[in-house]
């Protein structure tokens, strides 16, 4: 299966202030008080003025993202940086073959990155999209990296977090539902079985 990232992920109450008057912004909740805003390109023109552009040929390092991240782009994320460290992550898997990339924006300047990698063959921690969420605050916890601590793994593309965000759910609503089978089932509590992030990248 595939998966796909393209968003801005930073302080749930950051980004509720920074969208509170914008049509096309969707908010998804993650877990630690994050939230995710899927970057569509409604969303694009209604920050910019214009249309988005994107990138012809297959990302990389000197050019790490397939959004461009226009100057009116960049200077909207850079000012919501003000109130907080707001990230970009995008990534792009399919078969187990992709890549993913971050930048992270603090005090209205980039404060890290961009990064990008195809190879994932370093520590997990400096995996682009972990290191990046590293530095907008994400604590570790029960799961293997901060991207399936915070809830990335939960949807696969674009249209996923939208209904995610529309619907109002939970990071943990996937939990939620396996615990409640789990509980019909068996007529007694278990521990739910968390799915395999996509934290492997080659999509569980």
């Known amino acids: 299966m595939s998966y796909q990232l393209s968003a801005v992920v930073a302080d749930v109450e950051l980004l509720r202030e ?13 877990r630690q008080d994050f939230a995710l805003l899927p970057v569509t390109p409604q969303l694009v023109q209604e920050l910019t003025g214009g ?3 994107f990138a012809t040929d297959e990302p990389r390092a000197e050019r790490p993202f397939r959004l461009v991240l226009s100057p009116p782009l960049a200077e909207v994320l850079a000012r919501w940086s003000t109130s907080g460290p707001v990230a970009y992550l995008e990534a792009e898997f399919a078969g187990g073959l992709g890549h993913q990339s971050a930048v992270v924006w603090l005090g209205g300047e980039v404060s ?4 990008y990698d195809a190879a994932l063959d370093r520590p997990r921690a400096e995996w682009p999209i972990n290191s990046a969420l590293a530095r907008l605050g ?22 996923g977090w939208l209904t995610h965000g529309r619907r109002g759910l939970s990071a943990d609503y996937w939990d939620e539902l396996a615990e409640e089978w789990e509980l019909r089932q068996s007529g007694q509590h278990q521990q739910p079985h968390r799915p395999g992030p996509v934290g492997d990248w080659g999509i569980a």
């Open 138 to 159: 994400a604590e570790p916890g029960a799961w293997i990296d901060p991207f399936a601590e915070l809830g990335l793994h939960l949807e696969r593309d674009t249209d």
């Open 112 to 115: 890290w990155g961009p990064r």
């Open 51 to 53: 249309l988005p552009d």
């Open 18 to 30: 920074q969208t509170a008057d914008l049509d096309h912004a969707v908010l998804a909740a993650l």
